[in-house]
């Protein structure tokens, strides 16, 4: 399993914790400090979607300029954005065999990670 997110986020602490706590094995991956691809991105963009991969609820998009928000319109420009601001991209992003989990939801967690 691999975890990929920022250290310092409480949203990825908590879902660190959780993996933790249910004795789950992960490899974790920071983007602060590795970066992100455009070929990794690709791959969430075909489970996920490209829009599910921006939290625009977080406080680096609220910061952007307006005009760069309204420039993320399609999934190339969304992945600039993501690989020049890994903040942007909503956290954890989380990777199984055949499993993909966005976000923290403890309940889906359970549920799609099989641990009690």
Known sequence: MKVYGIKNC?????ALKWLDDHHITYEFHDFKKLGVSEEKLAEWDAK?????????????????????????SNKQAAFQLMMEKTSVIRRPVIETQGSFILGFNEAEYLERLGQV
Not at 56 to 70: E, H, M, N, S
């Open 10 to 14: 409480d949203t990825v602490k908590k």
């Open 48 to 72: 996920a979607g490209w829009e599910a991969l921006i939290n625009k609820r977080g406080t680096t998009w609220k910061k952007l300029d307006p005009a760069i928000q309204a420039s993320v």
